[in-house]
């Protein structure tokens, strides 16, 4: 067994090296996911560790040393983390020549020939679901001999081994949640809309919806929704519930959990008899019988991606949902005591000055509790990026963002220019959260807890700063 470190590479202040692969930028508010990623494999390789340096605060100073006795890094890579990954990969290979280190990612995923050829410290990467990969190479399997992955030979050819099958058993792997309480710090992961401290982690994988802008389902997980049984489910909740006594909130983090009503609903129940509190990713499609279930139950939160307030740009992304459904669907939440955190892009296909107006009018109409505005983002993999190529919209670069972590509005249309749909975004926030009635309601929470009272005002300088930051040059 190789002596293996799971590394989420430092980077710029503030970059959430798990949100941030997907949706590239400092968040408005500072925010950490839990690296379930680099977790789960972690926790099928005896005698590894897990280190999340952006998290931590952590520089390569801090962890350098941890290159000595190691012979193996699996380093998680993204498309804006991508050269400061490369940085860190030559740096551990000029400390230790020995070591191996190997990319997963989305990135390395669907680019693994540019990903290899950017720079020879790089010796493989795994390709799709990568998990059983890395055990493969942890145990000492020779490269050649690997599935899923593409690797330079002593010769520096690049060779792809053919793929690996997709797990279809997935309680076959193990609890992500012991690595959590060995490794990591559960006081340095928070959300804006999640309670704090929480925990994280996955039921399934794979995304049934067609999403073209959507990074996993069509580079990592698929779009068949793969599920863990619910007794299997239940028993990491109840390991959580007695290892994390400080925890206030279970966040399932599947792409869309309610993607699978009857399971949902089945989850939701055995949740209520722990009397655990949850949250998790919901499509704005769910009936008014299945929230309710889920309210009695336990829900606090449904993190929910609208995109649009216009029908034809949801048909242009093949997004699956009509906008009266979502509106009736956020009434019902309102009804029923469900807090929403929606998800708005602009610059999707099919935007214009009036559509961004009538999304923004949408948001406020239906009135989530918090909400988060995402410039559109054509990654590498996902139908949006060859349809923005093909149609000249971008130029095909992966520079997402600045140096400083600010998002760059990639997508530029003969009657939109990128600049415009740039601006739109702090004009969606302003009009949105400095309402009478949004100050209010933020005002009100705050006075309920001042616990929340410190929090958010400490959010609203990181969000007045966020503002500012977007001013600054690329």
């Known amino acids: 067994m190789l002596r293996t470190l799971f590394l989420q590479a430092p980077s710029f202040d503030g970059y959430d090296g798990g949100a941030g692969a997907r949706y590239q930028m400092k ?35 801090d962890i350098k040393h941890e290159m000595d006795e190691r012979d193996l890094v699996i380093l998680h890579t993204s498309t804006p983390s991508f050269r400061q990954d490369v940085h ?18 989305a990135k390395a995923a669907v680019e693994s020939t540019k990903v290899l050829e950017t720079s020879t410290a790089i010796d493989f990467v795994a390709r799709n679901e990568f998990d059983f990969t890395i055990v493969d190479v942890a145990n000492g399997m020779p490269l050649r001999e690997v599935e899923g992955i593409s690797w330079r030979d002593d010769d520096g050819a690049i060779i792809h081994n053919k793929d690996r099958k997709v797990i279809e058993d997935m309680d076959s792997l193990p609890f992500v949640s012991p690595i959590y309480k060995r490794d990591l710090q559960m006081e340095k992961y928070f959300g804006g809309y999640l309670l704090h401290p929480y925990v994280s982690f996955y039921t399934g994988r794979g995304c049934k919806s067609r999403c073209t802008f959507c990074l996993w389902p069509q580079t990592v997980g698929g779009h068949n929704y793969r599920t863990r049984s619910i007794g299997h489910v239940i028993e990491e909740v109840k390991y959580v519930m007695e290892a994390f006594p400080q925890n206030k909130e279970i966040f399932f983090d599947d792409d869309t959990l309610t993607d699978n009503l009857p399971r949902v609903e089945e989850l939701a129940i055995e949740l209520g008899k722990l009397g655990v509190t949850w949250s998790c990713n919901a499509k704005a499609n769910v009936p008014y019988k299945t929230l309710k279930i889920l309210k009695e139950n336990g829900l606090r939160l449904l ?22 459904v979502a509106r009736q669907f956020t009434k019902d939440c309102h009804e029923l005591g469900i807090v929403i955190h929606g998800t708005f892009i602009l610059g999707l296909p099919g935007e214009t000055e009036e559509t961004i107006e009538e999304t923004i009018n949408y948001a406020k109409e239906i009135d989530p509790h918090t909400i988060q505005v995402s410039l559109a983002a054509p990654y590498p993999g996902t139908f949006l990026y060859k349809q923005a190529v093909e149609n000249n919209w971008f130029d095909g670069g992966d520079h997402l963002l600045t140096d400083g972590g600010t998002q760059i509005a990639q997508l530029s249309y003969p009657h939109l220019p990128s600049a415009l749909i740039f601006d739109k975004v702090e004009e969606f926030y302003k009009r949105f959260y400095f309402r009478p009635s949004k100050i209010w309601d933020i005002v009100r929470e705050m006075l309920t807890d001042w616990q929340m009272m410190k929090r958010r005002l400490r959010e609203g300088v990181e969000f007045f700063d966020f503002l500012r930051r977007r001013k600054e040059p690329a």
Do not use: C
């Open 27 to 61: 968040r408005e508010v500072k925010s950490f996911w839990y690296p379930t990623w680099l977790a789960q494999p972690a926790a099928m390789v005896e005698g590894s560790k897990l280190i999340d340096a952006p998290a931590h605060d952590q520089s390569w100073d």
């Open 88 to 105: 860190t990969a030559e740096l551990i290979k000029q400390r230790n020549p020995r070591i191996k280190i190997g990319f997963i990612g």
């Open 303 to 324: 993190l929910v991606g609208y995109e649009s307030g216009n029908q034809q740009i949801l048909h242009n992304i093949k997004k699956g949902l009509r906008v009266d």
